[in-house]
């Protein structure tokens, strides 16, 4: 059984970074593709970014190009996610997710999930 721990959030100010690591554990990882959510309060879930756990293709939201990086850390069974220049809209409880096979921008396609971390970013 896939099991998924998010650790990492916080607050913090605008313009300021954060990383957050989702520990997997339970399966050997290497064909599936672990994706980042959040969901702000009175909001859906929304796609944030993905990767193949090869790291070898990455997709994000227009939202967070180019300011947010996803990596993978095989020895640790570890994904980040790398926030930097953070805008108070970003604040929400973040998510990761796994799903065996390739990238998908839809939170459904996703069978496991983490607890989620929140990370609040003031103005």
């Known amino acids: 059984q896939v099991q998924l721990v998010e650790s990492g959030g916080g607050l913090v100010q605008a313009g300021g970074s954060l990383r957050l690591s989702c520990a997997a554990s339970?399966?050997?990882?290497?064909?599936?593709?672990m994706g980042w959510f959040r969901q702000a309060p009175g909001k859906e879930r929304e796609f944030v970014g993905a990767?193949?756990?090869?790291?070898?293709?990455?997709q994000y939201s227009d939202s967070v190009k180019g300011r947010f990086t996803i990596s993978v850390d095989n020895a640790k069974n570890t994904v980040y996610l790398q926030m930097n220049s953070l805008k108070p809209e970003d604040t929400a409880v973040y998510y990761c997710?796994?799903?065996?096979?390739?990238?998908?921008?839809?939170?459904?396609?996703?069978?496991?999930w983490g607890q989620g971390t929140q990370v609040t970013v003031s103005s």
């Open positions: 339970g399966r050997t990882f290497s064909s599936y593709a």
């Open positions: 990767t193949r756990w090869r790291g070898d293709l990455t």
């Open positions: 997710a796994s799903r065996f096979g390739g990238i998908d921008r839809a939170a459904e396609r996703f069978a496991s």
